[in-house]
Structures are given as C-alpha cells and as structure tokens.
C-alpha cells in the first residue's frame, strides 16, 4: 500500500515527492509516463525563476530537481495513470499496463497541455510544420521564415526566440493588444525580425505531401486575405487541463471541477475528497509559474504526511 501516488513528475509532482519523503512518508511514487521535469522543459528562456540571476532554458531549470527528489526515497514509476478509482478511504491507481496499486493518498500533478486553437488544417499538418515546440523544433527552420499564432507570455517569449534562428518572424494574433508581460512585450518589439500581424483570424494553414507551405489569415478589419508563405507554423493559444485519471467510467469526476475541467482546491491543496489533491496548473486559480507549482507541491505534502499520519 502506497502512503502516497503522485501523477505527474513536474515541479509540482517533484516537489511534493520531495517534501513528502523527507517529511517522512514511507512509500510515495511518482508516475510520470516521460522523463520527468515537466512542460517547463519545452520552455526556451527562463529569467523569473527566483534566485536563478541568469537567463535559462528550462532544461536547466529542472536538470537537478529528479535527482534531489528520488535522494530521500521517492520512487519513480515511468507509467501512465489511466484512472483513480475510490474504495472508502483507499484509492486504487490503474496504469495504462492494466496494474493496480493502492494508496491511502493521491496528488494529482498532472499540468496542462498545449490547447489547438481550430483552424482548418491544424490537425492534417501538426507534426508535419505545425508545432507547439520552439525549443524543440525551431531548428528546422534556421534561416527561413515561420509564423506563430497566439498573443500571450508564451506566444510573445517563443516569437522572440525563434527570431533568433529564423530570418523572420510573422506574430500572428487575432487582437492588437497582447496578454503577455510588458516587458515580454517590450523584448519582442524590440526585435526588428518580428512582423506583427494583428486584428487577424486564421483561415487556413495548407500545404502539400512535404508538410506546409503557407498560411491564410483574415483581417477582423476590412475582410483582405493574406498569405503568408512560411513552411513553419507555431501555435501558442493556451492550455488545456489534464484531468483524465480522475474522470470516472460514467463520466463523472473523482473530486469537483470547475467548468474549464480545472481541480477545485483549498489553501491547502486538498479537494473535496479527503485524501486526494491536486496541485501546479491542474488546479483552479493556477498562476502557471514554475514557482507557484513548486509551492503547491509543497504545501500539498505537508498537509498529505498529516493526512497519512
Ligand atoms: P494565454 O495567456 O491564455 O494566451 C493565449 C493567447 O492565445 C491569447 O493571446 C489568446 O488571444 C490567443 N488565443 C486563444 N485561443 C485562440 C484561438 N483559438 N485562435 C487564435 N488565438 C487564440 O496562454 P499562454 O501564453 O500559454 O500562457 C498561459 C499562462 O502561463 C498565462 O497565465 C501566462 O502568464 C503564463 N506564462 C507565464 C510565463 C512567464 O511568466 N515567463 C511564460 C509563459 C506562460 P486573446 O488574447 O485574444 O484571448
């Protein structure tokens, strides 16, 4: 019997692994179907990390959390969670393998993913020069010209980073005001390889059997089409919750959620359920900061070793 299972191994899941098994608890385990640090790692620049002066990417940011979290006992188990099913106090975690392990507690950790934002073409191309990854696969477009659609943190931080690779940059964005930082703002404005294309909707992304050649945007303006030949699109519209191991057969969920699918938490983590938590951008009111998931994984835990006791 686990005291604790931990879904997800990114900084929320690894904290709280880590303040869970120094604090005492015996057996927590940590699924995390990948490599463990988080969505934090597709990240290209970090410089609001407290305490971390420098500018980083977020590989680095999270290269020695898995080493200092498994260092008091916690264990990793590289699997999927499928479904978190409740029997009275105890909880039974399902894998994808069909394995089924008891726990007296659970935090769900789980994070988001990037959300696709519904314009014709989207699913026919992703993977095929459409990305959500500036990180991962900017590289293929050194030298040439790529769109990104989107006008938050993300969207505006990655714009900056792929106009240091690329020739050319078209920010694509269906309002003329950004949701992004000021100063994020003012670093993307200063790059003179950024083209703005603002008051826009997406028509369209096409291209042929190699992948995309170009993409169709609206003006919300005056109705003109214009293309934008670029064999590279990037999409940064959000994030969806991943809330799926606590969606039960009738469809039903394990604790409350929000209409956003978002775990409806107190200051302490804990849902309605005693014994199951949720933490880091899963939950409701999440700030979405590598900092914030951290100390929810921590607060998490300390309520969780009182919880077990
Ligand atoms: P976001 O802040 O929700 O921004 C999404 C952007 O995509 C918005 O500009 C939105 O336009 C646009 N959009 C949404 N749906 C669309 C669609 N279907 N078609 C076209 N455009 C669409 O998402 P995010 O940038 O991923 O950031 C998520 C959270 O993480 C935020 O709280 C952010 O502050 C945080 N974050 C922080 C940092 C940092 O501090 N360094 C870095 C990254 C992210 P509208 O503006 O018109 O709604």
């Keep these: 019997m686990l005291d604790l299972a931990i879904i997800g191994g990114g900084p929320a899941g690894l904290t709280a692994g880590l303040y869970a098994t120094r604090g005492g608890l015996q057996n927590v385990t940590m699924f995390e179907m990948g490599m463990p640090g988080g969505q934090i790692t597709g990240s290209s620049e970090i410089e609001n990390y407290p305490g971390q002066g420098k500018v980083m990417t977020g590989m680095e940011l999270m290269e020695n959390w898995p080493a200092q979290a498994l260092k ?3 264990k990793h188990e590289m699997n999927q969670v499928k479904t978190v099913v409740k029997d009275g106090d105890i909880f039974t975690i399902i894998t994808a393998d069909g394995k089924q392990q008891e726990s007296k507690s659970v935090l769900l950790a789980t994070g988001s993913v990037p959300r696709r934002a519904g314009f014709k073409g989207e699913n026919e191309f992703f ?16 030298g040439k010209e790529v769109a990104l659609i989107g006008g938050g943190d993300s969207a505006l931080e990655e714009a900056v980073y792929l106009s240091k690779i690329c020739s050319k940059v078209y920010l694509v964005h269906r309002r003329d005001t950004y949701r992004a930082a000021p100063s994020t703002i003012e670093h993307m404005k200063a790059r003179d390889n950024i083209e703005e294309v603002t008051n826009v909707d997406v028509e369209e992304v096409y291209g042929d059997n190699m992948g995309v050649t170009g993409l169709k945007v609206k003006s919300k303006i005056d109705g003109t089409i214009r293309d934008l030949n670029v064999p590279g699109v990037f999409v940064f519209v959000g994030r969806d919750v991943l809330n799926e191991p606590f969606k039960q057969e009738d469809g039903t969920f394990l604790c409350d959620v929000n209409e956003q699918g978002e775990i409806i938490v107190d200051l302490k983590m804990r849902t309605n359920v005693p014994g199951i ?33």
């Design 72 to 74: 008091f006992g916690l």
């Design 127 to 142: 993977g095929r020069g459409i990305s959500t990854c500036a990180t991962c696969d900017g590289f293929f477009y050194k």
């Design 277 to 309: 938590y949720a933490a880091g951008d899963v939950r409701i009111d999440a700030a979405k900061q590598v900092v914030c998931a951290a100390g929810d994984g921590a607060t998490a835990a300390v309520d969780i070793i009182e919880y077990v006791g």
